[in-house]
């Protein structure tokens, strides 16, 4: 599902950069120190942190060779941002080594998401803060709707792998998992961003790649069955084939303090 940088990069890894810096607005990462990236994928998080914070040094985890290959190769800011492969629900790091850490968009694809959060309190000293994003995968993200709504309409089967039924896409599930992993001072906000599309092609293509739930569901359909959906597609969206769109975006963030243990 996550196998493919260029392509993860032209699907989705253009949009997490729009997210990535207003969740740097809100995250309230410290200025300096040590800060952990869960997720990091092909490292748009990590090298926003790094622009935004010149004296941030940064480590980004994610169990994806191809992703943490591609992230290496591309990093602008080498002395003080490293990629390396590892899973947030068993991070190998001292207890209380991060001065903060951030995740883009990944909490719904961790097996175990509140271990994953542990084991990231674990690794951030008290008073550091976690912060993390996700889609709003239900209404709040035109491009993927319109795209599931066309599945389930031409095949029912397609709701059972509907985003929609992410366990953190909806307002409050992340800041309940926060809470239930015993952070503090939880606060959340949505982040709004406009994803423009040039043409249908634009929007389209990036879905036959192969990325993420909806491009593995593309690639489970015969020929005749990813005509009929990127048909059906392009009616909902009803727009000529080289009219450009803009499709609204909702992510849902939120950030808490690691207790201090006194
Ligand atoms: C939608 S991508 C987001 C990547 C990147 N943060 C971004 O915004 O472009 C989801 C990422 O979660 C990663 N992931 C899946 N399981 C994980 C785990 N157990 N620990 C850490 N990351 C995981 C995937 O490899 C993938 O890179």
Not at 33 to 43: A, E, K, M, Q
Not at 143 to 169: G, I, Q, Y
Not at 177 to 201: H, K, P, T, Y
Request: hydrophobic content about 45%.
């Amino acid at each position: 599902m996550f196998a493919n940088a260029e392509a993860y990069e032209r699907f989705m890894g253009r949009w997490s950069h729009a997210v990535a810096r207003p969740l740097l607005e809100f995250a309230t990462l410290p200025e300096a120190g040590r800060i952990l990236d869960v997720g990091c994928g092909t490292g748009s998080l990590a090298v926003a942190i790094a622009e935004r914070y010149s004296r941030a040094a940064i480590d980004g985890i994610d169990p994806s060779s191809e992703y943490v290959a591609y992230a290496s190769a591309k990093n602008p800011f080498s002395n003080r941002v490293s990629f390396e492969i590892g899973d947030a629900q068993q991070l190998h790091f001292e207890d209380a080594s991060f001065d903060g850490a951030a995740s883009l968009l990944v909490f719904n694809f961790i097996p175990d998401p509140g271990k994953a959060l542990r084991e990231v309190c674990r690794v951030t000293r008290p008073g550091g803060v976690i912060s993390a994003a996700v889609w709003d995968y239900g209404a709040g993200m035109r491009m993927l709707r319109a795209f599931w709504d066309a599945a389930v309409a031409l095949n029912a089967a397609a709701e059972k792998v509907d985003e929609k039924h992410m366990p953190l896409c909806r307002s409050g599930e992340l800041s309940d998992l926060w809470r239930r992993s015993g952070l503090q001072d939880i606060r959340e906000q949505s982040i709004n961003v406009n994803m423009r599309f040039e043409s249908f092609a634009d929007y389209w293509e990036p879905f036959l790649l192969g990325q993420g739930p909806a491009g593995a569901y593309v690639r489970s359909l015969d020929r005749g069955g990813v005509v009929a959906l990127r048909d059906e597609v392009r009616r909902r969206l009803t727009l000529g084939e080289s009219l450009q769109l803009d499709l609204p975006a909702r992510a849902w963030a939120v950030r808490g303090i690691v207790p201090r243990r006194d």
